[in-house]
């Protein structure tokens, strides 16, 4: 009350009536600013729709639209789909149409995507199919890819040796743990007949 008084002397303004015009024109500027108000959501619904971004990303590969819709459509995460092609066709030597067979025929098509690019980094130009489906044909393509650059950095492998060695699937387990107990017999199994009637 008192400040009212000084102020309407001095021919000024109170300071809340500066605060609440100014502070209404603040308010709403940094509602804009940080998103409270969205100017257009629509594009901002397509960022996290997975399909219309694996269609988008694939699109820009040039493929074709109806091959793109088949793909998209029948994948299960199509956006891991899409950057599995992107990735492979952007640093690779592969096109995107076969990275795009590739991607969709394996579970893990990032890692497959991984693969192809780290053993395809210290290879030749001519060796990127062989390295796309020795890739596809293993199961844990990351782990894959690591045994190939392992073993190519210490050893003098080209790449489709290391990649044959690595791939091998024989089993390795030495020697399974015993399934019985040493010095004693194991107990007979017991059958018990069930109560059918007899004809």
Do not use: H
């Amino acid at each position: 009350m008192m400040i009212r008084k000084i102020c309407s002397r001095l021919g000024t303004r109170a300071p809340g009536q500066q605060w609440r015009k100014g502070g209404l024109l603040g308010l709403s500027l940094v509602a804009l600013s940080v998103g409270l108000i969205p100017f257009n959501p629509a594009p901002a619904a397509a960022r996290n729709n997975a399909y219309d971004r694996c269609a988008a990303e694939l699109l820009d590969r040039q493929l074709s639209a109806e091959t793109v819709a088949l793909a998209c459509s029948a994948a299960l995460r199509p956006e891991e789909l899409s950057e599995c092609v992107v990735e492979i066709d952007r640093r690779t030597d592969i096109l995107a149409e076969d990275a795009l067979t590739r991607c969709q025929e394996v579970r893990r098509p990032v890692e497959l995507a991984t693969c192809v690019v780290d053993i395809s980094d210290d290879s030749t130009e001519g060796e990127a199919p062989l390295i796309l489906d020795f890739c596809r044909r293993s199961l844990l393509p990351t782990q894959f890819s690591r045994c190939v650059v392992g073993l190519q950095n210490q050893i003098d492998l080209v790449t489709s040796q290391a990649m044959s060695v690595c791939i091998d699937t024989r089993d390795r387990v030495g020697s399974p743990l015993p399934n019985f107990i040493p010095g004693r017999e194991p107990p007979a199994p017991t059958r018990t007949s069930p109560n059918l009637p007899s004809t």
